[in-house]
T-cell receptor, first 115, second 109 residues
């Protein structure tokens, strides 16, 4: 397996534009996580899915953020409209079991810059 | 939610020395995991230790767990420059993985 695949690797966009980040988890994994990492706040959990169903989205900062998982092999994180403070590295991770009972595999991240 | 706290925040050692990082937590756990993050990269899982285990080894890594003290330690023996990274402990169970600030390890060649 190629591991967790995220796209794009880098994204530069203007304030107010819509941004969509994509993630393909490892085949057979049941849980998927979206994280955001900044120097100031560290690695924050935004939302996690189990069997394609959102279980906990309490980390989603605002209504401008939304995440979907239409099937077991694809998830998106959308920011609309984007703001400069959204600039961060966004990671997607997947794991075999629910929650954190097994190891999580991380993608390489998407570095988002909003200017 | 459950979150471990790593100590020290930063550690600088010479290549060949051993590096020890500690993790403390406050809640009961099912297991505890250690991850590594090289600068600008995704996190990589190192070791998972279950609550009924006391010690676990993987290559140059040794992890201990003391549930009575609610603490864990990660020992890297014979460190290399490539070990330079941030290291995170994560409590895991039926809740998703929540990461702390980590320990930033610098191994100087």
């Amino acid at each position: 397996d190629a591991g967790v695949i995220q796209s794009p690797r880098h994204e530069v966009t203007e304030m107010g534009q819509e941004v969509t980040l994509r993630c393909k988890p490892i085949s057979g994994h049941n849980s998927l996580f979206w994280y955001r990492q900044t120097m100031m706040r560290g690695l924050e959990l935004l939302i996690y899915f189990n069997n394609n169903v959102p279980i906990d989205d309490s980390g989603m900062p605002e209504d401008r953020f939304s995440a979907k998982m239409p099937n077991a092999s694809f998830s998106t994180l959308k920011i609309q409209p984007s703001e400069p403070r959204d600039s961060a590295v966004y990671f997607c991770a997947s794991s075999l079991a629910q929650g954190g009972n097994t190891e999580a595999f991380f993608g390489q991240g998407t570095r988002l810059t909003v200017v | 939610s459950q979150q471990g706290e790593e100590d020290p925040q930063a550690l600088s050692i010479q290549e060949g020395e051993n590096a020890t990082m500690n993790c403390s937590y406050k809640t009961s756990i099912n297991n505890l995991q250690w991850y590594r993050q090289n600068s600008g990269r995704g996190l990589v899982h190192l070791i998972l230790i279950r609550s009924n285990e006391r010690e676990k080894h993987s290559g140059r890594l040794r992890v201990t767990l003391d549930t009575s003290k609610k603490s864990s330690s990660l020992l890297i023996t014979a460190s290399r420059a490539a070990d330079t990274a941030s290291y995170f402990c994560v409590l895991s169970g039926n809740t998703p993985l929540v990461f702390g600030k980590g320990t930033r390890l610098s191994v100087i060649a």
